[in-house]
Structure formats: structure tokens, C-alpha cells
């Protein structure tokens, strides 16, 4: 039975076990799904029964039985339609809690993008099965009695389930191996400060000086890492929270150009037509926001 939408839930609320590091929901019914949202960290989602429609980054999906649905922090989600006997596992980590445990390793880069580009992978059935089992321990270790070594066994769990996860990626995408050369560590700081910073800065100073390196050095890494400029994928970033905020029908234009810290409406005008070929506001009437 769908709950009311007086009865829906947070997520907290819904979860199964929650905290500031990690949580786990296997119920999505009586969720509040209003809008489109994004994930504060990282999630992955496992439909283990029926199906359901949703946009990523204004791409609609289709997930249905075996599919694994990966979310990034830089990605806006909105539900569009979910099955009466839709059912998942979920495990969401934070952004702080991912780094302290390395999960992304040295390749973050090669892994974003394929994931911007393919949000869902079609798990074989051993594989959903193995994606079950993780989930099941984790939730007998997260909710049971705690332990002595309780953190290291989580860390340890969890590191487990990435090398399993980077198994099924290299069953359908070449993934370079890791490297842990110093550009490499600067690249992906730059990419979690573009990821948390909100609103954007948008001068590759703010970055470079935030990192203790020069803005050539900073652009030089880029272009080796990602192929792009870090100016590039400022913008790229900037223009992923302007077309997010243009998706939210209670802001108005001025409090968007506000909340994103451009000094002006007609600045704000000029970098949108620039990047995304019309105005905001045309742009809101072309998507019948």
C-alpha cells in the first residue's frame, strides 16, 4: 500500500539505519519525491522488484529488475514515476565518508564520467545477488551489537563491496588503473571542492589558492587528468547548478542569479545565453518549466 502523501517520509525518517556517514533504505514508497533534489553524497540503488521512471540530469530512465542506479552529488534527480511494487536497496555515503575511505580510488575521473554518461549498469544475476548479500551484512553489522573494532569492520566491508563493484564496471567498461601520482591527488580535490563548494566560485584562483598551487598549474592538471581546463569544468559545474535551479518553479530568476553569487541579473543573463544557448528565461518556457 502507497502512503498518503501526508504520511510520507525524509529519507532519514525512511531509512533502515542513518547516520552522517551512511545509510541504508530498502522502502522508497512512503518517500517524499516531490521535485527534482540531489543527493548531499554519494548512492547506489539496486531495483530488486518492479519498475520505475526517473530523470537524471533531465534524462529520463527507465530502472526496472537488476538495475543498479549510481547518483553523484553533481547530478539533480527527479522521480517520475514509481511502480506499486517497486522495491530497492540503498546505500548513500557522504561525501566526507567516501574520501576518508578512498572508495573512488586513483581513476575518480574515468568513473564520473562514465557514470554522467551511464547512471544505470544491468547487473547480472550473481551480481545482484552478491550486491544483496553486502547489503544485507550491513545492515546486520550497522543495526546489531557494536563491536570492539566496529569502524574498522565497516571500512574494511565496504572497501570489499568497491572492489566487487569495480568488478562489474570492468565487465562493461575499460577502466584505467589507478594512479596515485601527485597531479592525480590535486585533480581530485579540485573535483570534491567543485562538488560541495555552494554556490561556485567561478575564478580558477579561488581553486588554485584553496589548494596551495597556481592557476597554470591547477589548468595544466586538469587538461592531463580530464582533457578539459579547469576553467572548462568550473563552467560545467556552474552551468549543472544553473540548470538545476531553473527545474525549481518556486525561484524566480533574480534569487537564482543571487543564490549562484552573480553580481547582476544581466551578468547572470549573458553567462546562461552563453552556455546554454538561450536565455533563462526561454530556457524555462522550452523545457515548460
Known amino acids: 500500500m502507497i502512503a498518503k502523501d501526508s504520511d510520507k517520509k525524509s529519507l532519514e525518517e525512511a531509512a533502515i539505519y542513518c547516520d552522517n556517514l ?22 547506489t540503488i539496486l531495483c530488486t522488484q518492479g519498475h ?63 557514470f554522467d554518461q ?14 544483496c548479500q553486502y547489503y544485507d551484512l550491513l545492515v546486520s553489522k550497522l543495526t546489531g551489537r557494536h563491536i570492539k573494532y566496529h569502524k574498522e569492520l565497516m571500512e574494511a566491508l565496504l572497501k570489499a563491496f568497491a572492489y566487487e563493484f ?22 581530485k580535490e579540485f ?19 584553496r589548494l596551495c598551487i597556481t592557476p597554470k598549474y591547477l589548468s595544466a592538471v586538469c587538461k592531463e587528468a580530464s582533457g578539459q581546463t579547469a576553467s572548462e569544468l568550473i563552467n560545467q559545474y556552474v552551468v549543472k547548478d544553473i540548470v538545476y535551479l531553473l527545474h525549481q518553479p518556486d525561484k524566480s530568476i533574480k534569487d537564482i542569479a543571487f543564490e549562484l553569487d552573480f553580481p547582476n541579473l544581466s551578468f547572470f543573463g549573458k553567462y546562461v545565453k552563453k552556455h546554454l544557448g538561450m536565455s533563462p ?9
Open 22 to 43: 551512511i545509510m541504508l533504505i530498502d522502502d522508497v514508497q512512503d518517500i517524499k519525491t516531490e521535485g527534482t533534489s540531489r543527493p548531499a553524497g554519494y548512492a
Open 52 to 114: 520505475a521512471d526517473i530523470y537524471i540530469d533531465n534524462k529520463l530512465h527507465k530502472v526496472g529488475v537488476n538495475d543498479l542506479l549510481t547518483c553523484q552529488p553533481s547530478q539533480f534527480i527527479k522521480t517520475e514515476q514509481i511502480s506499486a511494487d517497486f522495491r530497492c536497496h540503498i546505500i548513500g555515503m557522504s561525501l566526507q565518508y567516501v574520501k576518508q575511505i578512498n572508495l573512488t580510488g586513483g581513476n575518480i575521473w574515468d568513473i564520473k564520467l562514465f
Open 118 to 131: 551511464n547512471p544505470i549498469i544491468h547487473l547480472l544475476p550473481e551480481e545482484a545477488s552478491v550486491f
Open 166 to 187: 569495480r568488478d562489474v564496471l570492468e565487465r562493461v567498461v575499460s577502466v584505467k588503473p589507478p594512479t596515485y601520482t601527485s597531479g592525480q591527488h590535486i585533480f
Open 191 to 209: 573535483l570534491e571542492l567543485l562538488s560541495t563548494s555552494r554556490p561556485k566560485p567561478r575564478a580558477v584562483a579561488f581553486y588554485s589558492d
Open 281 to 289: 528565461k526561454m530556457y524555462r518556457k522550452e523545457n515548460k518549466l
